[in-house]
C-alpha cells in the first residue's frame, strides 16, 4: 500500500477546498441566473427604428414650430453707438469721461405677448477661463463672518488695505451697461427687474445678510458698482452675471417687459453705453425675445430630433430592403467563418 497516496478522508477534502483559489460556487458567480436574451431579429431591428422614427420627428417638428412663433428682436450696438471722431481708438473713448448715453430705435416685426425678456448678450467673451472662473469666494458670499476669506479672488481681493465684498475678477468685471425702453409717444415701457436670477442662487448662495464693502474703490473700476445699502441676495443683476457662462458667446437676462407690443411698433431705448468690449475685440447687442413652452427660440433641438428620426427610418428602410430582396434564414450556420472557409485558411 502506497503510503504517499493523498488521503480521502473528509478532514483531507476539506482542508483541500479550504485552500482551493476556486470561488465558491454560486448561481450569481457562475452566471446561472435567469435572464432576459432577446434575439435582435430583422423584424424587432426594424420595428425598433421604426418606433424612434414615429416619436422623435413629430416632437421635432413641434420643436420647430414652437421656436418659429418666437418673436426675437436683436441688435447690436457696440460699433454703432461709438461716436464717429473716436471710432479710430474706441478704447480711449470708452475708458474716458466722455458722455456715454446712446439712442437705439428697434421696430417690433410681430405682436409680441408678455413677458418679454430683454437680455445683453455679449460675444467674445470667456467667462470659462480657468483663472477667471476660479476668481472668487462663494463663502464670503454666504456669510459675513467670512468676509475676510478672500484667498481665491487675487488680484481683486482687496483694495486700500481692506477686503473686497463681493471679490473676485467675476463680480469685478460685471455688466454695466444699462437699457431704458420707451414707446413712439414718448411713454416709458415698465421693466421688471425682479425674479431674473434662479430661486436657487438668490437663496442659498448668496446671503441675506452680506453686504457689498469696498466694491470698485481700486485704482481700476472692472465694470458696474453694487448698492452697499441692498443685500446680495436681492442684488439680482449681480447674481445672473455671477452664474458664469461655458460658451465665448451667452446671454444674460436683463429685466422683463410686462406689456404686449403689437406689429409696426416702434421702441427707442435710450442706453448707456459703458461696458468695455472694444479692448478683446468682443460685441454687446441688445435682445428682446418672447418664449413658447419649450423656451427661447432654439432650432437646434427639433434639428437634431428630426435628424435622428430620419436617420433611423433611412435605416429601417435599408434593413426592410435588404432582409426582402436577400433574406437568410435565422441561426443558419453556413455563415459561419469556419463553414464558410472549411479549409481554416486565412
Not at 473528509?10 to 432576459?36: G, H, I, M, V
Not at 483663472?131 to 481681493?157: A, G, I
Request: aromatic share 10%.
Amino acid at each position: 500500500m502506497n503510503s504517499n497516496a493523498p488521503s480521502s478522508t473528509p478532514a483531507a477534502a476539506a482542508d483541500l477546498r479550504r485552500n482551493s483559489k476556486r470561488p465558491r460556487y454560486s448561481r450569481f458567480t457562475q452566471q446561472e441566473l435567469p435572464a432576459c436574451k432577446p434575439i435582435l431579429t430583422p423584424k424587432w431591428v426594424i420595428s425598433a427604428f421604426m418606433l424612434v422614427t414615429i416619436v422623435f420627428v413629430p416632437i421635432g417638428l413641434a420643436s420647430l414650430f414652437a421656436a418659429r412663433d418666437v418673436v426675437e428682436i436683436v441688435d447690436r450696438y457696440d460699433a454703432e453707438c461709438a461716436p464717429l471722431g473716436s471710432r479710430s481708438d474706441r478704447v480711449r473713448y470708452i475708458q474716458s469721461a466722455a458722455d456715454k448715453t446712446c439712442n437705439r430705435t428697434l421696430s417690433v416685426p410681430k405682436h409680441m405677448k408678455r413677458p418679454i425678456y430683454v437680455y445683453y448678450q455679449l460675444d467674445n467673451f470667456y467667462q470659462n477661463h480657468r483663472r477667471y472662473v476660479k476668481s472668487r469666494s462663494d463663502e464670503q458670499l454666504r456669510s459675513p463672518s467670512n468676509e475676510d476669506d478672500t484667498t481665491p479672488c487675487k488680484p481683486e481681493d482687496d483694495a486700500n488695505g481692506r477686503s473686497i465684498v463681493p471679490c473676485g475678477l467675476v463680480a469685478w468685471s460685471m455688466f454695466n451697461d444699462t437699457y431704458s425702453f420707451f414707446t413712439n409717444n414718448s411713454q416709458q415701457l415698465p421693466l421688471n427687474k425682479r425674479g431674473i436670477s434662479w430661486k436657487s442662487d438668490r437663496d442659498h448662495k448668496f446671503g441675506k445678510d452680506v453686504f457689498p464693502k469696498n466694491f470698485q474703490n481700486g485704482t481700476l473700476i472692472g465694470g458696474a458698482s453694487l448698492n452697499e445699502s441692498i443685500p446680495l441676495s436681492e442684488q439680482e443683476d449681480l447674481i445672473v452675471w455671477m452664474r458664469t457662462a461655458a460658451l465665448p458667446t451667452f446671454r444674460k437676462l436683463y429685466g422683463k417687459i410686462e406689456v404686449d407690443l403689437e406689429a409696426g411698433d416702434t421702441i427707442n431705448v435710450i442706453m448707456q453705453n459703458n461696458y468695455n468690449t472694444y479692448s478683446f475685440n468682443g460685441k454687446k447687442k441688445l435682445v428682446l425675445s418672447t418664449s413658447s413652452w419649450l423656451g427661447g427660440k432654439n432650432n437646434f433641438i427639433g434639428i437634431a430630433y428630426i435628424a435622428v428620426g430620419g436617420l433611423c427610418f433611412l435605416l429601417a428602410l435599408t434593413f426592410t430592403i435588404i432582409y426582402l430582396v436577400k433574406p437568410r434564414r435565422l441561426g443558419d450556420p453556413s455563415y459561419l467563418s469556419w463553414n464558410r472557409n472549411p479549409g481554416g485558411g486565412h
